[in-house]
């Protein structure tokens, strides 16, 4: 069974960092692709970012590139979102995402709420 | 920066069709997928590669990509089908793109 279980989230000051984990877990992880998607509060979901399996090619969302920073361990079937230079705005549920073969999102984790706030 | 448009809500009596759209420009060339979220949990897949079904999703969800429009059918809708659904695409250029979500009220 595919688990994604992301770690991490809490509560951080404006200007803040804060790193996220996300195991995984039930499949071959350094085989797929990986995304952070975020949703704030109400709000619809807005992907943040992607990593390719040997972590080769990465994309930003505008919102997000130069503050955060992706990033993998396959050996440790993990990904990473670094984020610093936090904003209100960032505040969020933050899901770990796979990628499938022809670009969707077949597993979602259960999320990791990030609140900026001071 | 690619966009993609849907509306805010769509209502649909017990046991009939509803149908959800996703604008964007040029859509029918790309992969459209499609999510459903319930309050409180994260998305699921619903449909892939725009008509695609994963496995587990009952055959009263389908999905065409035509144009600048996508769009999602629910058949014989039921109360548990209330949700929010959002479309996505991925784009060369701008990474992944999320349609804003439509909510889906089953009356």
């Known amino acids: 069974e595919v688990q994604l279980v992301e770690s991490g989230g809490g509560l951080v000051q404006p200007g803040g960092s804060l790193r996220l984990s996300c195991a995984a877990s039930?499949?071959?992880?350094?085989?797929?692709?990986m995304n952070w998607v975020r949703q704030a509060p109400g709000k619809g979901l807005e992907w943040v970012s992607y990593?390719?399996?040997?972590?080769?090619?990465?994309y930003y969302a505008d919102s997000v590139k130069g503050r955060f920073t992706i990033s993998r361990d396959n050996a440790k079937n993990s990904l990473y979102l670094q984020m610093n230079s936090l904003r209100a705005e960032d505040t969020a549920v933050y899901y770990c995402?796979?990628?499938?073969?022809?670009?969707?999102?077949?597993?979602w984790g259960q999320g990791t709420l990030v609140t900026v706030s001071s | 920066s690619y966009e993609l448009t849907q509306p805010l809500s769509v209502s649909v009596a017990l046991g009939q069709t509803a149908r959800i759209t996703c604008g964007g420009n040029?859509?029918?060339?790309?992969?459209v997928h499609w999510y459903q979220q319930k309050p409180g949990q994260a998305p699921v897949l619903v449909i892939y590669?725009?008509?695609n079904r994963p496995s587990g999703i009952p055959e009263r969800f389908s999905g065409s990509n035509s144009g600048n429009t996508a769009t999602l059918t629910i058949s014989r809708a039921q109360a548990g089908d209330e949700a929010d659904y959002y479309c996505?695409?991925?784009?060369?250029?701008?990474?992944?793109?999320f349609g804003g979500g439509t909510k889906l009220t089953v009356l």
């Open positions: 995402a796979r990628r499938g073969l022809v670009g969707e999102i077949d597993y």
């Open positions: 996505q695409v991925w784009d060369s250029s701008t990474g992944g793109v």
């Open positions: 590669r725009d008509s």
């Open positions: 039930g499949f071959t992880f350094s085989s797929y692709s």
């Open positions: 040029n859509i029918g060339s790309k992969n």
């Open positions: 990593i390719s399996s040997s972590s080769s090619t990465i």
